[in-house]
């Protein structure tokens, strides 16, 4: 038992714990990580700074997972005035502020306004782009384990469902790991905040599930046009991470969006129309 406890040991602080020398990162205290209380841990390796309105409204403005639209508003009869609605910066600083006033909600944050959302200032104007993130969870037979999130293998995670009677669970692609800089007139400094961006799974109602049929549950995208398709997580509320198998008889889905930033890079042929939820 010594000898498995110590390998355990030493797996964990080549996971948890870079020093220095190996690119300045900070150091994470392994008892922490095997506590129960802690839930999930965000890799401080980065991926890179993403300066949020050049990404948002220059480079990608037609993407339909950021769903810029362009909005004629008639001021006379001469003259026009363009202007620019984005969905991912306001639903973005929506999710922050349902956070930062501790609101409770369930899948979907409550609505603000434009004058609360502005309130919320990105410090930067940028997002820090995070590798992966690990979710911790005790099994059933009160075993600790962990589930390593990341977007080029294992980007399916599951959360609670307080609103749907049908299903208790929601089912998300994992399209970003952010953590972001806030500040807010409630807050006497900024604050690091960690985010997950996410493409939104539906549960096929039209398909025969459960015990009872002993069929396992399929899930579909969102459809990109549908309001709500692409939302953000709090990491506090992902369960776990959730394997999917695809649907091959049902092939992939006809014509994806090729240049979306919502794509997944892992596989040229991974969009597939259905998955099953391993259970």
Request: charge should be positive.
């Amino acid at each position: 038992m010594q000898r498995h406890y110590r390998k355990y040991i030493e797996a964990l602080k080549k996971e948890t714990h870079t020093t220095e020398s190996s690119g300045g990162y900070r150091s994470v205290n392994v008892e922490e990580v095997k506590s129960p209380k802690r839930h999930h841990l965000i890799s401080e390796r980065s991926r890179g700074r993403l300066k949020l309105y050049q990404w948002a409204l220059g480079e990608n403005t037609n993407d339909p997972a950021l769903k810029v639209r362009v909005l004629v508003n008639f001021l006379h009869v001469r003259h026009t005035l363009l202007t620019f609605r984005q969905d991912f910066i306001p639903n973005l600083k929506n999710h922050l502020l349902a956070r930062i006033l501790h609101c409770q909600y369930d899948q979907e944050p409550p609505t603000f306004t434009d004058r609360e959302c502005n309130e919320v200032y990105i410090v930067g104007k940028c997002l820090e782009q995070r590798f992966t993130m690990t979710v911790y969870y005790t099994t059933y037979d009160l075993r600790r384990r962990a589930d390593k999130i990341n977007m080029r293998g294992r980007p399916y995670v599951m959360g609670l469902a307080r609103d749907d009677p049908s299903h208790p669970y929601v089912y998300a692609r994992v399209l970003g790991i952010y953590r972001v800089k806030v500040l807010h007139p409630t807050m006497a400094a900024p604050t690091s905040m960690d985010v997950l961006w996410v493409h939104w799974l539906q549960i096929d109602h039209t398909h025969r599930a459960g015990w009872k049929a002993k069929r396992l549950y399929r899930v579909q995208f969102a459809p990109s046009p549908e309001e709500g398709a692409f939302g953000f997580l709090d990491p506090d509320d992902v369960i776990r991470g959730t394997h999917l198998i695809p649907c091959f008889n049902n092939g992939l889905i006809v014509d994806p969006p090729a240049t979306s930033v919502s794509k997944w890079d892992y596989a040229p042929k991974a969009n597939w129309q259905y998955y099953y939820i391993n259970q």
